[in-house]
């Protein structure tokens, strides 16, 4: 596809339940990015990979978060025993370039977890 | 630590009027800055950055931003606002090594027919 995709748009969990949020970056892009953004909040950093490498996992909020992209292009965010702070939209971003902070990234249109 | 501030969460502006979106932003070296916008139900999408070639940015749809070192600020601004302006938007900030975007809390803009 020509963007970042998304899927699911919206999962409602039970809480408890564990979860897997999936990106499709734009086709080569080497930079793949992480954000939670809970209602009437701006998004908040979780985790940074380059190609397969995760980089930078320092923004995710506990240890029931997890994130992967094993063969560098498609990733997954799972959330183990969720809980109803991690009701949020999570949105994926990708970019081209390695290192650049000032490459435009591309973000998808989210997901949107609602833990019940 | 880099972060920015957006003052004001909901801004509404008459149709034709000036729209202006305030952000000061804090940071130890050089900043890069963006405005994002995000439409009811779409994605971010970048409306302008500032990456130290000129102080003063044109983006997408008419908006301009100006960055002021002295002032930490890069706001936002639109001479005459459209219906179609009406979106929530984003500043945020990122630096070499640090390439993640600290964004803020976002301005919600409504325009008033």
């Known amino acids: 596809g020509a963007g970042v995709s998304q899927s699911p748009r919206y999962k409602v969990a039970k809480r408890g339940q564990d979860v897997a949020l999936r990106c499709d970056p734009i086709?080569?892009?080497?930079?793949l990015f992480w954000y939670q953004q809970a209602l009437g909040q701006g998004p908040e950093f979780l985790t940074y990979?380059?190609?397969?490498?995760?980089?930078?996992k320092s923004g995710l909020p506990s240890d029931r978060f997890f994130a992967e992209r094993p063969e560098g292009s498609v990733s997954t965010l799972k959330i183990q025993r969720t809980q109803q702070e991690d009701s949020a939209v999570y949105l994926c971003?990708?970019?081209?370039?390695?290192?650049?902070?000032?490459?435009?990234?591309?973000f998808g249109q989210g997901t949107r977890l609602t833990v019940v | 630590a880099q972060s920015v501030t957006q003052l004001g969460s909901h801004v509404s502006v008459s149709e034709g009027a000036l729209v202006l979106l305030r952000c000061n932003y804090s940071?130890?070296?050089?900043?890069?800055l963006f405005w994002y916008v995000q439409y009811p139900n779409q994605g971010l999408q970048l409306l302008l950055k500032?990456?130290?070639?000129?102080?003063l940015v044109k983006g997408i749809n008419g908006f301009e931003a100006e960055f002021k070192k002295s002032e930490t600020s890069f706001h936002l601004t639109k001479p005459s606002a459209h219906m179609s302006d009406a979106a929530e938007y984003f500043c945020?900030?990122?630096?070499?090594?640090?390439?993640?975007?600290?964004f803020g809390k976002g301005n919600q803009v409504v325009v008033i027919p």
């Open positions: 971003a990708s970019s081209a370039e390695i290192g650049q902070p000032n490459t435009e990234a591309f």
């Open positions: 086709s080569g892009h080497v930079s």
């Open positions: 990979f380059q190609n397969e490498a995760q980089l930078d």
């Open positions: 940071s130890s070296v050089p900043p890069y």
């Open positions: 500032y990456t130290s070639a000129a102080t």
């Open positions: 945020a900030v990122s630096s070499y090594g640090n390439n993640r975007l600290a």
